[in-house]
T-cell receptor, first 114, second 110 residues
Framework: GAVVSQHPSWVICKSGTSVKIECRSL??????MFWYRQFPKQSLMLMAT?????????EQGVEKDKFLINHASLTLSTLTVTSAHPEDSSFYIC??????????FGPGTRLLVL | GQSLEQPSEVTAVEGAIVQINCTYQ??????LSWYQQHDGGAPTFLSY????GLEETGRFSSFLSRSDSYGYLLLQELQMKDSASYFC???????????FGTGTKLQVIP
């Protein structure tokens, strides 16, 4: 089946620093990638939808200047958490959608901001 | 907007059958999916219902009633490894945006 990877799998950073998370579709071209955030014991909340070569569409309440999304190619999307704070600590999951609309989820990135 | 409600927790005995319900309120409904997520892991796709009725995949079955805005996931012959969180989800929009339900934590006990 299709494989989506994320890097890093976990990251610990100091408050105020920026963290970049990569999402790659390894064996297919992803027309659309999605970024989710999941706090402990809660559901996955969609943050933004990104299409290759265009600006991401952010969900209501998600700060686009804080969560920068770049989708430079059909196999790579990046999420940068700028000036991270402890409340940004969460599990960030990407998914990639092929032309048929099937979504494949990455393994997630656990972010801890101290 | 989209809203999908599930029971927060369910406990069942190994070998038994359990049903996890999902009621939804959505605009532009295309179908109902089910995902399994183990602690610390990413969600994995289980099943998808676009039309009313029952879809069976091994020990797991999923049901949808569009007129009732309701669906359920049925797990049979429960195994300890089935202990996980289960999410119903709908997809909508031209980009197949997925909205997840509130999630049900299933605990299988011996």
């Amino acid at each position: 089946g299709a494989v989506v990877s994320q890097h890093p799998s976990w990251v610990i950073c100091k408050s105020g620093t920026s963290v970049k998370i990569e999402c790659r579709s390894l064996d297919f071209q992803a027309t659309t990638m999605f970024w989710y955030r999941q706090f402990p014991k809660q559901s996955l909340m969609l943050m933004a939808t990104s299409n290759e070569g265009s600006k991401a569409t952010y969900e209501q309440g998600v700060e686009k200047d804080k969560f920068l999304i770049n989708h430079a190619s059909l196999t790579l999307s990046t999420l940068t958490v700028t000036s991270a704070h402890p409340e940004d600590s969460s599990f960030y999951i990407c998914s990639a959608s092929n032309r048929g609309g099937t979504q494949y989820f990455g393994p997630g990135t656990r972010l801890l901001v101290l | 907007g989209q809203s999908l409600e599930q029971p927060s927790e369910v406990t069942a005995v190994e070998g038994a059958i359990v049903q996890i319900n999902c009621t939804y309120q959505t605009s532009g409904f295309y179908g109902l999916s089910w995902y399994q997520q183990h602690d610390g892991g990413a969600p994995t796709f289980l099943s998808y219902n676009a039309l009313d009725g029952l879809e069976e995949t091994g020990r797991f079955s999923s049901f949808l009633s569009r007129s009732d805005s309701y669906g359920y996931l049925l797990l049979q012959e429960l195994q300890m490894k089935d202990s996980a969180s289960y999410f119903c989800a709908t997809n909508s929009g031209g980009y197949q945006k997925v909205t997840f339900g509130t999630g049900t934590k299933l605990q299988v006990i011996p």
